[in-house]
């Protein structure tokens, strides 16, 4: 096959949670172009011609569980985009908890067939996650929504930087049970990209780089640039790609882990150490 054909999703479906805004948005509008069979699901309205719309709140698990219902399958690619910032209520679920639900939904219902892959947007927030695998594991050890989200109320980790770590090790860990079922697993981990949700949080979300971006000429990522890569791990020229966290942040974190750009360093190592 191709380079340009392993690309394209021809006769594929894809469900991009999320897809109203943002990242979300460019990887469905980038799917449909690819060919895509697109369905959108989101707490906003969607305004994209050709994609079937459904409504969910990743904050209920009853609202998920209406939204396959109304999506079926099959699905062959799942884009697990949605999120919010620190001080949404309910961040944990729509973070994490609502998409590690509906993945499961979609599994016990035979909804992703062999040959689909998922592909989480993560966070550069999210790196260094490794320190803290042993938290990070008795967290995914719970077994369902409302355990999780109790386990998160009595650990106090319904925090932004908590959830993308649990996103990045949720990729890791469940690379190997997925792919015995032949499914993949991957994520982006995005530096700061201008989208609603990152002007809504200007001064921490685009600060954050400005000094490295400056210096190599650079202004933050666009939706597309972002959406670019998710489409790739999830298409059939990723095929030997799972358990991986793309970190999508232009060379920010390993110049500072590599003090190749010293100014970044400090930023890296709170992250990598900061538990
Ligand atoms: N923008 C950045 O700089 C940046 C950097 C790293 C990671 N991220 C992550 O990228 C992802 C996409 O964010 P974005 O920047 O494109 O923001 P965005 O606000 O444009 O898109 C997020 C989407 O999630 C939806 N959503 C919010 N709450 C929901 C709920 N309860 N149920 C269902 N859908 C809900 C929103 O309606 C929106 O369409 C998020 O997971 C975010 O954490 C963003």
Redo the contacts with the bound molecule.
Sequence with gaps: MSLFDALRYDGKRALV??????????TAQLLQDAGAEVVV????EVALPGAKAIH?????AA?IDAALDQCGGPVHALF??????DG?P?IE???FI?HRHMIDRLLSGGLLPRGSAIG??????GLGWEANLPQLLEFLATPDFDAAVTWAGEHGTAH?MF??QAICAYVARQAYPLLKQGIRINA???????????Q??KEM??G?GADYRGEVGIE??T?LE?AYPLVFLCSDAAAAISGVTMVTDAGYFSSGVTESFPAATDTVKFLLGRY
């Design positions: 949670v999320g897809g109203a805004s943002g990242m979300g948005a460019a699901m989101d707490f906003a969910v709140n990743l904050a209920d609202s697990s985009c949605a999120g919010v910032a949404t309910g679920k729509i973070n609502g989480f947007i993560s966070s550069a927030a932004y959830t993308k982006i981990c995005p530096g700061p990209t201008d989208t609603p949700l990152a809504a949080n979300w685009l954050f933050a990522s939706p972002q």
